[in-house]
């Protein structure tokens, strides 16, 4: 079935440093999306990739949708302590009504 | 009003139990969703209500029985649960139409089963 894998599972990183986290599905993508989900929290909504080598910044985060539509990315540049949460993909691959497949998540912890 | 609520925040439910789940949106969004998310795990989708009519069913046991009254609400229904179903039960929703775009998700509600 579709899958949408996304590495690493857990990242740990120093205040400053820059964070970037992979997603990569087996067959075109749709569009993508990008929610964080803070610790006891609930998915929040980030962005909405759909253009074939779309590139969107937001701040200090950068996402890229790649070429061929099955790859994706979330880089943050000089994290902050409030960046900590788990960064999930998820993917659309259209066809049904809002039917998407999450990425098993990044976990990231900042140490101040 | 970009939010989604439910209720309640917490539950612990017998596995002989029949309790509800309630999610409300007042956003006019046409879509809304049942995802099962478990510790350390991402959403699991459960069901797609598109203009109030289901339209995917993810092959969810029957002791979970959906229902959409009417465009803001949707309420899952649970019986005979098991120990296993305890997890972080989450409404969203989402635009509709041609369109599926961002989901807003609700806090959710931590089922127990004991």
């Known amino acids: 079935g579709q899958q949408v894998m996304q590495i690493p599972q857990y990242q740990h990183v120093q205040e400053g440093e820059d964070f970037t986290t992979y997603c990569n599905s087996s067959?075109?993508?749709?569009?993508i999306q990008w929610y964080k989900q803070r610790p006891g929290g609930h998915p929040v909504f980030l962005i909405q990739?759909?253009?074939?080598?779309e590139v969107k910044k937001q701040k200090r985060l950068t996402f890229q949708f790649g070429e061929a539509k099955k790859n994706s990315s979330l880089h943050i540049t000089a994290t902050q302590t409030t960046d900590v949460g788990t960064y999930f993909c998820?993917?659309?691959?259209?066809?049904?009504?809002?039917?998407?497949?999450f990425g098993k998540g990044t976990k990231l912890s900042v140490k101040p | 009003d970009t939010e989604v609520t439910q209720t309640p925040k917490h539950l612990v439910m017998g596995m002989t139990n029949k309790k509800s789940l309630k999610c409300e949106q007042h956003?006019?969004?046409?879509?809304m969703y049942w995802y099962k998310q478990k510790a350390k795990k991402p959403p699991e989708l459960m069901f797609v209500?598109?203009?109030?009519?289901?339209?995917i069913n993810e092959s969810v046991p029957s002791r979970f029985s959906p229902e959409c009254p009417n465009s803001s609400l949707l309420n899952l229904h649970l019986h005979a649960l098991q120990p296993e179903d305890s997890a972080l039960y989450l409404c969203?929703?989402?635009?509709?139409?041609?369109?599926?775009?961002?989901?807003?998700f609700g806090p959710g509600t931590r089922l127990t089963v004991l």
């Open positions: 998820a993917g659309d691959y259209g066809g049904s009504q809002g039917n998407l497949i």
């Open positions: 067959t075109t993508l749709s569009n």
């Open positions: 990739l759909v253009k074939s080598g």
């Open positions: 969203a929703s989402s635009q509709g139409g041609f369109y599926y775009n961002e989901q807003f």
């Open positions: 209500y598109s203009y109030e009519k289901l339209s």
């Open positions: 956003m006019g969004h046409r879509a």
